[in-house]
């Protein structure tokens, strides 16, 4: 049965993830006064889903919120927010449910990645979040983007 469901997660996740960078465009949702046309607040659309926004609240591999991450909610596409829908109600078949991270990510944010990356003095967290690479490295290795597709019109499809 565990086999079963990974492997359904990996063919939903898998074939709806595509990220459309032709369409690519920088927003910025610097205030909670509205959201840009097509996209949505995630539990607007499902909210059966568990938001856990480690960017807004500190808990990721910088050790503190991330700049530009001005709301404890997961925005997206509305088309992003159907297809995670869709796949929550799959895992919801088999007893489990979807608990998402991080959406839409301010381009704000990730020059603060940029920077931190740059501080080889701060290791306060690199045992919980990187213990097997070198800091210098996270970029190099994927790990991290300077560019992230979370800083664009991502989509779902």
Not at 86 to 97: D, E, I, P, Q, V
Request: glycine fraction near 8%; include cysteine.
């Amino acid at each position: 049965m565990y086999h079963k469901v990974v492997h359904t997660l990996r063919y939903l996740l898998g074939s709806i993830v595509v990220l459309e960078g032709a369409k690519a465009q920088q927003y910025d949702f610097s205030a909670e006064i509205g959201l840009h046309p097509g996209f949505v607040f995630l539990t607007d659309i499902d909210p059966t889903i568990i938001e856990s926004p480690r960017c807004y609240e500190g808990q990721n591999f910088l050790g503190k919120p991330v700049e530009g991450y001005t709301t404890p909610r997961i925005i997206c596409t509305k088309a992003a927010a159907e297809k995670l829908k869709a796949a929550h109600a799959a895992l919801n078949t088999h007893g489990y449910k979807l608990v998402v991270y991080d959406g839409y990510r301010p381009q704000r944010a990730v020059n603060e990645f940029i920077k931190w990356s740059q501080d080889e003095a701060d290791q306060s967290v690199k045992e919980l979040y990187y213990p097997t690479v070198a800091k210098k490295d996270l970029f190099e290795l994927g790990y991290v983007a300077k560019k992230s597709g979370h800083s664009r019109e991502a989509l779902l499809t």
